[in-house]
């Protein structure tokens, strides 16, 4: 698992091969190019891969809600994200985000040393902290908070639309969160939602959490907390609930 300080050290060398492809873009392209090899995880109702296309980190991500809903997010080394989304209908939706490409190439780095059992396992989404003397939570940082009307979240027939407002608004978020907080927004706050709530608002704390032993990365656990406001800005409910997922 790399350090945030070789990320840093990688997104240096990404930027120096970026000034010599401006030179040479034929050998560039062929010292990049990672394959098209897949990694993948899969949830209850969803399935999440990642591949590379030259240089670009390509994020799948399925859900099967009473129809296949199907979001591809193309993640550039500039940290421009291109989402496509692609509903049960059929019809398509495209938009940009800024992101985080060193984010998403280290989750396909760490997705790919699973399937070649350099890491143990992929840890489930639980729906709740990482505990147990084993582990110890290192803090990464917290995401700016980002805000939901609740009149576009009452337009939701399922998660999975959800899912598609939050695929855009976290353009630095695993799919794998994103799916698993559209459901929790779903299932236990939108079906319940005050009349008078006026718009939601969904932060982050992100940890990683390591071995104690010989603190060995395990994986990346997110504190997402949802809060309800009236429209004159009073609070009307909080909940808070945690997903694991590689990288971070």
Avoid at 10 to 17: G, H, N
Avoid at 161 to 180: C, E, F, K, R, Y
Avoid at 205 to 213: A, N, Q
Wanted: hydrophobic share 35%; proline share 2%.
């Amino acid at each position: 698992m790399k350090t945030k300080t070789y990320l840093r050290y990688i997104s240096c060398v990404l930027a120096v091969l970026l000034c010599v492809a401006s030179i040479m873009p034929i050998a560039f392209a062929d010292s990049t190019n990672h394959g098209n090899s897949e990694s993948l995880l899969t949830g209850s109702n969803y399935s999440v891969s990642y591949s590379m296309n030259g240089k670009d980190v390509v994020e799948q991500l399925t859900i099967r809600d009473g129809g296949i809903t199907r979001i591809t997010r193309t993640v550039h080394p500039n940290d421009v994200m291109d989402i496509v989304v692609v509903g049960a209908s059929g019809e398509s939706t495209t938009s940009t985000a800024r992101s985080d490409y060193s984010l998403f190439y280290e989750i396909y780095q760490d997705q790919q040393n699973y399937k070649n059992g350099q890491l143990a396992q992929i840890p489930a989404l639980t729906g709740s902290d990482v505990t147990g003397s084993q582990f110890k939570h290192r803090y990464v940082g917290t995401s700016a908070t980002d805000t939901v009307y609740a009149s576009d979240l009452r337009k939701c027939k399922k998660a999975s639309d959800v899912a598609s407002i939050l695929a855009t608004a976290w353009g630095s978020t695993p799919a794998a969160v994103i799916s698993s907080t559209a459901s929790f927004i779903f299932d236990q706050m939108l079906q319940s939602m005050s009349s008078d709530c006026y718009k939601v608002t969904i932060s982050s704390i992100t940890y990683e959490v390591l071995f104690s032993y010989d603190n060995s990365y395990y994986t990346h656990c997110y504190h997402q907390t949802v809060k309800e406001y009236k429209s004159n800005g009073s609070l009307i409910r909080s909940k808070t609930d945690y997903y694991q997922a590689i990288g971070g």
